[in-house]
């Protein structure tokens, strides 16, 4: 039988700091409607918009133009100081979120919405090759 466990705040820290290190450089793909498990590989979605570093080309296993998290600091973690953006691939309403790392191996799974979620963004309306860009991206546990 598990327990639950508590952390405090600079074990938080120091986790969150090494999950930063770990996708360093990654990209944010995000989608509409139900979130799949996060166990599951592929989405099974169309991708709504992917985010980079000023909406910049992305290449997986190369730095240019990847999404990158700041310091960590009470317990949690956001965004660095960049822009981050992307243009509308396929039109729909986005509702979550995949920020992977920059090989596309790993991933954080989130809600996306104009306030209230991990991640915050101009317009949750996506239209093709119309830009969005993210205005807040902070994780905590």
């Not at 509308?88 to 995949?98: E, K, P, Q, S």
Request: net charge negative; proline share 3%.
């Amino acid at each position: 039988m598990a327990g639950t466990i508590s952390l405090n705040v600079p074990t938080k820290n120091a986790i969150w700091d090494d999950i930063a290190a770990e996708f360093a450089n990654g990209i944010i793909h995000c989608f509409g409607g139900t979130a799949v498990a996060v166990t599951t590989t592929a989405p099974g979605t169309d991708i709504l918009v992917k985010f980079t570093k000023d909406g910049g080309a992305f290449t997986p296993g190369i730095a240019a133009n990847g999404i990158n998290l700041g310091t960590a600091s009470a317990g949690e973690i956001e965004k660095d100081a960049y822009d981050y953006e992307g243009l509308g691939l396929v039109a729909g309403t986005m509702t979550w979120f995949r920020h992977y790392n920059n090989d596309l191996t790993k991933w954080i799974q989130g809600a996306v919405n104009t306030s209230g979620a991990a991640m915050t963004v101009t317009t949750t309306a996506v239209v093709v090759d119309s830009p969005v860009a993210i205005t807040s991206l902070k994780y905590r546990f």
